[in-house]
């Protein structure tokens, strides 16, 4: 018979304290791990892009070839066919839109300072002539003026034309075209490496697609673990993970393309300019939800605001925001994703800031939330659920 357990001599104190010591420790060691991984993504992108991009493809070309593999078509063969349709569509895509977005590109660009001048003389009038509830508090709101000119002298202005280019000698002319040349030299290896990248994408793509079924079938024998509970556990992660990231980008790369579209349409029909290129940026954007569609729409706010200088526009600006976010929330999504990433819009939004501020950058916002909803069903298998047999 075994003996009761005995309890504890510590205080409640001094237990509720350690525990909160652990659970702290192992919050700082997940944080530093994902700090670390961040640190990691960073140094190895120009390899690791490449690959995450032609992944991206891959889940996105798979079910088409599985199709026309079922139909008959070796694999291999249908592979290429899948290749060479999509390439045809990406080029006719390109064709019909690029020239667009490149005309709109080079017409905001030198609407840039008319539309400043413009904002710039909204806000003087309001100033000028301000709200009478903003009068109120708008000497302390303005920062008082200071005493004194700001004119320079006689003698800075001397400075400054004796500091011209002209009057410099060669020594101190070299260290500046060294500088510029490394700099140049740096670009020139950043641009290999990108096109380097971009070749090799189609040829990832290609072989994840033909080692499809041998991937799928034999990944579990390379887990450096003997066969035991663990690696079967380890095993299940992994394909929850990848689940996941099939399920995110499969679905958000197409629910993004509709909501470009969408957005295209409802700008065009409201007359704003500019409206091929923000639905183009709205297709990268939106792959982040919630955050993607808001700096579209306040792109859109400003620019309709800056061209026709009324408050009608701007609100069938949000009228075509709600209406592309009613249907993405009621049709789009649930056709494309139904209910295969189960997260709350606030899990979403928590998730995005933190891949991007411990990930960094875009893509630490795109995978924070494919990471997220794996953490969540590992957290419902082991700690939030009793494990099932």
């Not at 920062?143 to 004194?148: A, D, I, L, Q, V």
């Not at 971009?198 to 290609?206: G, K, S």
């Not at 099939?246 to 957005?263: E, K, N, S, T």
């Amino acid at each position: 018979m075994s003996a009761p357990a005995q309890p504890s001599n510590q205080p409640p104190v001094i237990r509720l304290a350690l525990t909160l010591l652990a659970v702290a420790a192992i919050a700082g060691v997940i944080v530093g791990a994902v700090w670390g991984l961040g640190k990691v993504l960073g140094l190895l992108a120009p390899v690791l892009w490449p690959l995450a991009v032609a992944g991206v493809l891959a889940y996105l070309l798979d079910p088409v070839v599985d199709w026309i593999e079922r139909r008959g078509v070796p694999r291999t063969r249908a592979i290429f066919l899948v290749f060479f349709f999509a390439a045809g569509l990406l080029l006719a895509v390109l064709a019909s839109i690029v020239p667009r977005v490149v005309v709109e590109t080079k017409q905001l660009a030198g609407k840039v300072p008319e539309y400043s001048q413009r904002l710039q003389v909204w806000g003087q009038d309001k100033l000028d002539n301000p709200p009478t509830l903003v009068k109120q508090f708008l000497p302390f709101l303005l920062p008082k003026p200071t005493e004194g000119g700001t004119e320079p002298n006689d003698a800075t202005k001397a400075d400054q034309q004796d500091s011209s280019p002209t009057s410099r000698t060669f020594a101190s002319v070299l260290p500046g075209v060294t500088e510029w040349l490394g700099k140049q030299v740096d670009k020139a290896v950043l641009l290999f490496g990108i096109l380097a990248g971009l070749a090799l994408i189609p040829v990832y793509a290609f072989y994840f697609l033909l080692e499809k079924r041998g991937i799928t079938e034999n990944w579990t024998a390379y887990l450096p673990l003997r066969d035991s509970k663990l690696k079967d556990e380890l095993a299940f992660a992994l394909r929850e993970v990848n689940d996941q990231l099939i399920a995110f980008f499969r679905g958000q790369v197409l629910v993004a393309m509709c909501d470009a579209v969408l957005y295209t349409v409802g700008f065009l029909a409201i007359g704003l300019n500019y409206a091929f290129l923000l639905g183009f940026v709205a297709v990268f954007l939106t792959m982040i939800p919630f955050i993607g569609a808001f700096i579209v729409v306040a792109s859109a706010l400003v620019l309709s605001f800056v061209q026709f200088g009324d408050v009608l526009h701007p609100l069938l600006v949000l009228v075509v925001f709600g209406v592309v976010q009613g249907l993405e929330g009621f049709v789009i999504q649930p056709k494309i994703l139904g209910d295969r990433m189960r997260l709350h819009p606030l899990a979403i939004i928590i998730a995005v800031m933190a891949g991007t501020t411990l990930l960094g950058g875009l893509l630490g916002g795109i995978l924070g939330i494919p990471l997220a909803a794996a953490l969540r069903v590992l957290m419902f298998r082991y700690v939030w659920k009793r494990p099932m047999a």
